[in-house]
């Protein structure tokens, strides 16, 4: 068993945190005050241009993606990298064009797209000109239960006319999403896995509207697009828009996820070790009842238990990254779920405990960390909430001790 990186990937990891630690984490303090001074709320700060233009110079751009779209790596090549963009989440993911929903919105385009669409929308999202939405979760429905959408896609002629609303839809608040990816039924009275369909919407068509951004715990999210509550009434596309074949959505859907779902756990890893960071300065600073409180039994106690916590999840992040290489998503689907149950609740609890040993300075915005713990907190419903995958999981392990 060999636990060492391969020489692309050291190579890469030495590059990308060169990278981070001369322009990415300089850059949080004049990102925020950017954001502050905009007249445009959701547009990005202007320096995250500059980062965008540095990391192409430095061959650190769309990591992400496998194949000829991408930069060629595999999923246990990336996983390390994409730990590291995780230490900045507002701002390394989005400068190496690596942020979500572009991310999983361009590996179906490269999956399942046409040349025209590829050509069209896939270009521009590879060249980090534009960006995107993917439209899925509903208000009115258990969107846990992706077959529970009701937004409705019509064939009418040589077009789809779209009837609905979507929530929660990541990124939509900037003004650069010029492309939607929307997820409706195109026959409700398919089998069940067969009544979805998904459609390129772009930003401008008529009856398409943003129809409020919305917060998480407070946070507007802004620094990356917020969300955003948007309706379709009589919105009317070509149907060439359709991606794929009518009754393709769930599959595509369930395609795009697997390596979504990973990302974000990557990702995660890199929030916990600066929260770490943070936690062992701070402790190590502050002075209480007459000793560094880094020399109080119950702190060293959750600095010990989170470095546990965060081996453990790496290993398994990392074997979950292997097997989609050599067995495929569809393989390795039990360790997906398992990683997307463990990472973001054993990050949320990393992140309590560093707010604890900041004390209140922890729950302000002169620390990062209350704002992750939002953002991982609402992990835990992206991409399928905890219960589903739990439920999915124990089924599978079932199956597997019965044979």
């Not at 219960?387 to 599978?396: I, Q, T």
Request: glycine residues 8%; charged residues 25%.
């Amino acid at each position: 068993m060999d636990f060492a990186f391969d020489a692309r990937t050291e190579e890469l990891r030495a590059e990308l945190t060169a990278f981070m630690h001369d322009h990415v984490h300089p850059a949080e303090a004049v990102a925020a005050q950017q954001l502050a001074e905009a007249d445009d709320h959701w547009s990005p700060p202007p320096v995250l241009e500059d980062l965008k233009a540095e990391a192409r110079r430095r061959g650190l751009w769309n990591l992400f993606l496998p194949g000829e779209h991408g930069a060629g790596l595999t999923n246990l090549q990336y996983a390390p990298l994409a730990e590291i963009t995780g230490r900045s989440p507002a701002l390394a993911p989005a400068a190496l064009n690596c942020a979500a929903p572009d991310t999983g919105n361009m590996e179906v385009l490269a999956m399942f797209g046409t040349p025209e669409q590829r050509e069209r929308w896939l270009d521009p999202l590879l060249d980090g000109r534009i960006r995107s939405g993917f439209a899925m979760t509903e208000p009115a429905v258990a969107s846990s239960d992706a077959t529970n959408i009701e937004t409705s896609i019509r064939r009418d002629g040589d077009d789809y006319v779209i009837d609905g609303r979507k929530w929660w839809i990541t990124g939509a608040m900037n003004p650069n999403a010029r492309i939607f990816i929307v997820m409706g039924k195109t026959d409700p009275g398919a089998e069940r896995h067969r009544q979805q369909s998904m459609i390129l919407v772009e930003r401008d068509t008529p009856g398409f509207a943003i129809e409020r951004g919305m917060q998480v715990f407070g946070y507007d999210d802004h620094d990356h697009g917020g969300h955003a509550e948007l309706s379709f009434t009589d919105v009317r596309v070509p149907a060439s828009n359709l991606i794929g074949g009518e009754g393709d959505g769930f599959a595509i859907a369930q395609a795009r996820l697997g390596p979504g779902r990973i990302h974000h756990c990557m990702r995660s890893l890199g929030i916990a070790e600066r929260a770490v960071e943070l936690m062992c300065a701070r402790a190590s600073e502050r002075v209480a009842f007459g000793k560094p409180i880094a020399e109080q039994g119950v702190v060293r106690d959750w600095i010990a238990e989170s470095r546990v916590r965060i081996e453990q999840l790496r290993l398994l992040v990392l074997k979950t990254a292997w097997l989609m290489d050599t067995v495929g998503n569809k393989g390795a689907h039990s360790e997906i779920q398992a990683i997307k149950i463990a990472t973001p609740q054993a990050v949320e609890w990393i992140l309590d405990k560093a707010i604890q040993t900041y004390g209140a300075a922890g729950l302000s915005q002169d620390a990062p960390l209350a704002s992750w713990f939002a953002g991982i907190r609402t992990l835990r419903f992206a991409d399928g909430p905890d219960e589903v995958h739990k439920n999915a999981l124990a089924k599978a392990e079932i199956r597997r001790q019965t044979r």
